[in-house]
């Protein structure tokens, strides 16, 4: 098992900035040999895909609502993958989580962090 938790998220005003994180602790090597994703679930809404990250940092992958907003990177020394939110709206209010892809689905994933935008 490989045990994920997310941090960074909180209150900012619209156009601000947030930096959130995903620490991953137990067999790391999941982490590290596979793609990880950030995925975001709003309040009465489905869970969506936000962003991802192959294991080595050489591609990336991004919702067309956050292109251009959100860089997602990581840091396998650290165990710890990132997701950089630029020009926040009020529309990005979510809980975040990030997960591990195993290959065939998101299989692990974190309890996730509370991001509100203000308008």
């Known amino acids: 098992q490989v045990r994920l938790v997310e941090s960074g998220g909180g209150l900012v005003q619209a156009g601000g900035s947030l930096r959130l994180s995903c620490a991953a602790s137990?067999?790391?090597?999941?982490?590290?040999?596979?793609?990880m994703g950030w995925f975001r679930q709003a309040p009465g809404k489905e869970r969506e895909f936000a962003a991802a990250?192959?294991?080595?940092?050489?591609?990336?992958y991004y919702a067309d609502f956050v292109k251009g907003r959100f860089t997602i990177s990581r840091d396998n020394a650290k165990n710890t993958v990132y997701l950089q939110m630029n020009s926040l709206k009020p529309e990005d209010t979510a809980v975040y989580y990030c997960?591990?892809?195993?290959?065939?689905?998101?299989?692990?994933w974190g309890q996730g962090t509370q991001v509100t935008v203000s308008a």
């Open positions: 997960a591990v892809y195993t290959g065939t689905k998101y299989e692990y």
């Open positions: 137990g067999r790391t090597f999941i982490f590290s040999t596979n793609t």
């Open positions: 990250i192959t294991r080595t940092g050489g591609n990336t």
